[in-house]
């Protein structure tokens, strides 16, 4: 069985094969035809991941349980581990789960049977947004062999740059990070860079949202932010011709990029949602197969095994 909690989990053959299998899904070439159940369990608030799962979810002929937290037995005491052993009880047949403590899968290992993808886990990894990334940056260049991509903002607090930061420079790219000294990770072993710096050298700039629900640190002052950290008018046009501009949203406007650059032809922004149903329906796709061992029933669609 296999889960997708890390990207580390993910070989680069398997990434290769989810791109493959992403562009099936873009031309409505990937199905699983078999009844199959997914879970969606957001114990943290979103828009794309848990939209963007449904949608892969309904593509794929899937059947998709809805889960909130505020209305279900969670509000009894229930734990995670029980919550999840529930649906797999009930016919589940993988659950996507987001959940702001770190490693909150670690519980679940052992008991659970069913494959687990991680909807993000606290400070920890967000490696479906990390795929949607890759896949985004793919379809641009078709490389990332020594592709500059710079990882800008709230670093510390960013599940988005711990999941790209590592699985970028294992595919070969150069990873900066820019950004206030007090956002910064030391435990990244990659270089800071000032924004001014950044801009001018990346052939991918990647922008984070602040994390302000995992800190303390409140943004009084929103244009001087924007002015020292952020992504200005007057330093988009000092990019490279072809450097693309990302950002995993929601955005703050006018605080990690000025809001006119949000949709500017270099943006990404609304691409990278876009790719992710795609990308997600891939995952899922990854997932209820089993992985990469059993490669025979996946040309056009899955049959489960279960
Ligand atoms: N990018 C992202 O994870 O967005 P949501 O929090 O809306 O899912």
Not at 264 to 281: A, D, K, L, P
Request: hydrophobic letters at 35%.
């Amino acid at each position: 069985m296999k889960h997708i909690l890390r990207m580390s989990d993910l070989t680069n053959e398997d990434l290769y094969r989810l791109f493959d299998q992403a562009d099936k899904a873009k031309d409505n070439n990937l199905h699983v035809n078999q009844q199959a159940f997914v879970a969606n369990l957001f114990f943290e608030p979103s828009t794309r991941t848990k939209t963007s799962f449904e949608v892969a979810e309904k593509k794929l002929g899937l059947e998709t349980l809805d889960f909130t937290s505020e209305s279900s037995s969670v509000q009894k005491g229930e734990s995670l581990y029980d919550t999840v052993r529930t649906f797999e009880a009930l016919g589940a047949n993988a659950v996507v789960i987001r959940h702001e403590k770190e490693n909150y899968y670690n519980e679940l290992l052992e008991g659970v049977s069913i494959p687990i993808i991680n909807g993000g886990d606290g400070k920890g990894e967000h490696p479906t947004q990390s795929l949607l990334d890759l896949y985004t940056i793919y379809k641009e260049y078709g490389y990332f062999e020594g592709l500059t991509v710079v990882i800008a903002g709230d670093i510390k607090h960013s599940r988005v740059a711990r999941s790209n930061a590592y699985i970028l420079d294992r595919l070969g790219a150069n990873v900066s990070f820019t950004g206030p000294e007090s956002w910064q990770d030391k435990s990244l072993a990659f270089p800071y860079l000032p924004m001014d710096e950044a801009v001018e050298q990346c052939d991918v700039l990647m922008m984070l949202r602040i994390q302000e629900e995992r800190h303390q640190d409140r943004i009084n002052n929103k244009q001087g932010y924007l002015e020292q950290f952020g992504l200005t008018l007057e330093r988009e046009k000092r990019m490279k011709p072809r450097s693309i501009i990302l950002h995993p949203a929601p955005v703050n406007r006018g605080v990690e990029i000025a809001s006119e650059l949000v949709e500017c032809s270099r943006s990404r922004i609304f691409q990278q949602m876009t790719n992710g149903v795609y990308v997600r329906m891939a995952a899922l796709e990854h997932v209820l197969r089993g992985g990469t061992e059993d490669e025979k029933t996946t040309e056009t669609s899955t049959h489960l095994s279960r």
